[in-house]
């Protein structure tokens, strides 16, 4: 049975940090890409960031430097590092599983991120 479980979720103020992280089970950690993936109200779910291998990662336009992505293979857990968050990045953090190979997908439950102008 495949799990993704998020934790680090909550809420902070505008300009503080948080530390997601994923802990995943059930899935061969090193052929999937993990991703984190963020929806506010009343938007669609779009992409932070992405890691296959160390130094792969990619981010979405919005990030500017601000959040970093990291992977530990020893744990099965991929981490979100995010700093400098402003009200905007308010919303439900998700983290997802890609098979490199197979493409099949696989969600967590996800986080809530509450940032506080």
């Known amino acids: 049975q495949v799990q993704l479980v998020e934790s680090g979720g909550g809420l902070v103020q505008a300009g503080g940090s948080l530390r997601l992280s994923c802990a995943a089970s059930?899935?061969?950690?090193?052929?999937?890409?993990m991703g984190w993936y963020r929806q506010a109200p009343g938007k669609q779910r779009e992409l932070v960031a992405t890691m296959f291998r160390p130094g792969d990662a990619t981010y979405g336009d919005f990030v500017k430097g601000r959040f970093t992505i990291s992977r530990d293979s020893a744990k099965n857990t991929v981490y979100l590092q995010m700093n400098s968050l402003n009200a905007e990045d308010t919303g439900v953090y998700y983290c997802k599983a890609s098979h490199a190979f197979t493409g099949r997908d696989y969600w967590g439950q996800g986080t809530q991120v509450t940032v506080s102008s």
């Open positions: 059930g899935i061969i950690f090193n052929f999937n890409i």
